[in-house]
């Protein structure tokens, strides 16, 4: 049998990104580990924050709830977290999902918000897919953004943190590029703890530097209840490209999704592109906004094509 090449005392479940074979135990330790000092180093969460967590039953989010509450107890902040999902009215897919969000809310015994597009919008995302003329992600990347601001103002919290992880940020950063759409490059999301505008809710990923990979086996490890079926629109999505080549490519160069995220880092600071927008509120709904009126309502003004004027809750 193959010891752990840490602790030398449990047999080998799988092997790290610089080629160490380890144990389970050592596994959760240091995954646990990589992501606190993620939020030490760059300053992610402070003492006196009131922190929603993002989520939505599925691999990603149900992990950071969880490794963010050990880590609170390991090393504690004194910060304060609250659960919020968003329910986009997809049939058969949100509604079984958020059974898993409940169950995370029961294990780790944190207040829980749900937010629907219903009540914010006046429609769920299946009739929005219906109506619209852009992929539906186009669409529930705004929205699902909107209402994690929202419910982060009605709880009080000043921080909403979301489970992407560095697969995620890299697909982000190539699609951007493979685009040529150099203006999302620019704000692709700085690993430190920053505010997007002034007056805004910060938004930070403690995820960043760890794969998909370590993530699917930290959740398996922990025995954590999660949602992994596909979102039902998911097939839309150019990002699917991007998660393909990178996937294809991983194979043959292991860590080039940590480049990726470390690359694009590094190339933000070089740029100097971090200084705060002017602070801005939309004109229909009042949410912060580059200009007078935000993305998810110039969405569902174009959604609405005549329909009776509905403003947002």
């Known amino acids: ?36 000092q993620c939020i030490d180093e760059f300053q992610l969460i402070y003492p006196t ?23 609170e107890k390991r090393w504690p902040s004194g910060a304060k977290y609250t ?39 006046g429609m769920t995302m299946d009739e929005i897919v219906t109506r619209g003329g852009k992929n539906a992600c186009s669409y529930c990347g705004v929205l699902r953004r909107q209402c994690l601001e929202k419910a982060a103002i009605k709880v009080g919290a000043n921080v909403i943190a979301t489970g992407h992880n560095g697969d995620d940020v890299a697909e982000t950063v190539l699609m951007n590029f493979l685009r040529g759409d150099v203006a999302r490059l620019e704000r692709c999301k700085s690993l430190k703890r920053e505010l997007e505008r002034e007056d805004g809710i910060i938004r930070i990923k403690p995820f960043s530097l760890l794969t998909q990979k370590e993530v699917v086996l930290y959740a398996h490890y922990m025995k954590l ?20 080549f990178l996937q294809k490519t991983q194979i043959l160069h292991p860590t080039i999704i940590h480049n990726c995220v470390i690359s694009n880092e590094q190339a933000k600071a070089e740029l100097k592109k971090e200084q705060l927008k002017k602070s801005q509120r939309c004109t229909v709904c009042g949410m912060q906004s580059s200009s007078s009126l935000c993305q998810a309502c110039k969405m569902m003004n174009e959604l609405r094509n005549g329909m009776p004027k509905i403003e947002l809750k």
């Open 83 to 121: 659960l919020v999902a968003v329910d986009e009215g997809i049939v058969g897919y949100r509604d079984k999902s958020l059974e898993c969000v409940r169950w995370l809310q029961n294990y780790l015994q944190l207040p829980l918000e749900i937010i629907s597009y219903i009540e914010t919008y």
């Open 49 to 71: 924050d009131h922190i929603v967590i993002g989520v939505s039953g599925g691999k990603d989010s149900t992990a950071l709830a969880t490794m963010l509450t050990r880590i």
């Open 225 to 244: 209840q999660y949602f992994s079926v596909e979102c039902t629109y998911a097939g839309t999505a150019f990002r699917g490209n991007a998660r393909t």
């Open 1 to 36: 049998m193959v010891k752990c090449q840490l602790c030398d005392t449990y047999p080998v479940c799988t092997k790290t990104s610089d080629g160490k074979l380890i144990c389970k135990q050592c596994f959760i330790d240091r995954v646990e580990k990589l992501v606190h």
